[in-house]
């Protein structure tokens, strides 16, 4: 298997902008994650999906922020307008299900920066 | 709510040394899982190890393992014979059981020397 795939990798946008990252989680799990890694905050978990729908979005910042996943290959977060205070790195997991000792397996990745 | 504390920020050892990365956790959950990610400079967020809390013996992969202390709240890791590709942050983690809430400490900064 490919792995969690992210894209894009690197994103430089100025203020006000729509920012998309996108995420393919790996084929055949059942839960989706988006994270945010900053140097200050370290690694927050935004939201996660089980089975396409919305479990839990406490850690979305503010309603700038929205993810998706129309279907099981396939998320979206989307922040609109985007602020220079979004800058981290902006990481997409998936795992099999809950209830056991199931890993999360973490993308690569998408450093985004606001100007 | 659950916290995980990583006190040492960073941390160097000689190539083939042992090195002991510290980690402590607040809970008051009894079923619970604990982790230990690698992060190299790629920023790829790598899985090392994870532990069960229900499982009295420590976890061991390869020249990873850790010293599970239950009742201490304690969950540190130990790398044998470093390498050089073993430069990296080390981040800690949480999660309770049946939850997906998995939470992360601040990381440790591991550098291999020569």
């Known amino acids: 298997d490919a792995g969690v795939i992210q894209s894009p990798r690197h994103e430089v946008t100025e203020m006000g902008q729509e920012v998309t990252l996108r995420c393919k989680p790996i084929?055949?799990?059942?839960?989706l994650f988006w994270y945010r890694q900053t140097m200050m905050r370290g690694l927050e978990l935004l939201i996660y999906?089980?089975?396409?729908?919305?479990?839990?979005d406490s850690g979305m910042p503010e309603d700038r922020f929205s993810a998706k996943m129309p279907n099981a290959s396939f998320s979206t977060l989307k922040i609109q307008p985007s602020e220079p205070r979004d800058s981290a790195v902006y990481f997409c997991?998936?795992?099999?299900?809950?209830?056991?000792?199931?890993?999360?397996?973490f993308g690569p990745g998408t450093r985004l920066l606001v100007l | 709510a659950q916290t995980v504390t990583q006190s040492q920020p960073e941390m160097s050892v000689q190539e083939a040394e042992t090195v002991t990365l510290s980690c402590t956790y607040d809970?008051?959950?009894?079923?619970?899982?604990l982790f230990w990610y690698k992060q190299p400079p790629s920023r790829q967020m790598i899985l090392v190890i994870r532990?069960?809390?229900?499982?009295?013996q420590n976890a061991t992969e390869n020249r990873f393992s850790v010293n599970f202390q239950k009742a201490a709240k304690s969950f540190s890791l130990k790398i044998s014979d470093s390498q050089l590709g073993d430069t990296a942050m080390y981040f800690c983690?949480?999660?309770?059981?049946?939850?997906?809430?998995?939470?992360f400490g601040a990381g440790t900064r591991l550098t291999v020397k020569p």
């Open positions: 997991a998936s795992s099999l299900a809950t209830g056991a000792v199931e890993t999360q397996y």
């Open positions: 983690a949480f999660m309770k059981y049946n939850n997906n809430d998995m939470r």
């Open positions: 084929s055949g799990h059942d839960y």
């Open positions: 809970t008051s959950e009894s079923n619970y899982y």
């Open positions: 999906f089980n089975n396409n729908v919305p479990i839990d």
């Open positions: 532990q069960e809390a229900y499982k009295q």
